[in-house]
């Protein structure tokens, strides 16, 4: 899943690894962030019965991380 930052106006990479990662720990899922200038590639894994529930978590967490990356990274 990649996210375009709209030309730095997007979350801050750092900020939103930290978020993903949370979200995708209360989910049983594990989360590899990277990021170059202008997009934030994020890697969802997790164990699901089948694709369209594994996507839906996926989204899951990576919706909850654009949602709140600046506080989930000052817990």
Known sequence: MTVATDGGCGPDPSEFAVAAERAASSRNATVMSAHTW???ISIVTV???DRSSAVAVALAVVSEALR???ASSSR
Do not use: L
């Open 68 to 70: 709140r990356p600046a």
């Open 47 to 49: 164990q699901a019965p």
């Open 38 to 40: 202008e997009k934030i």
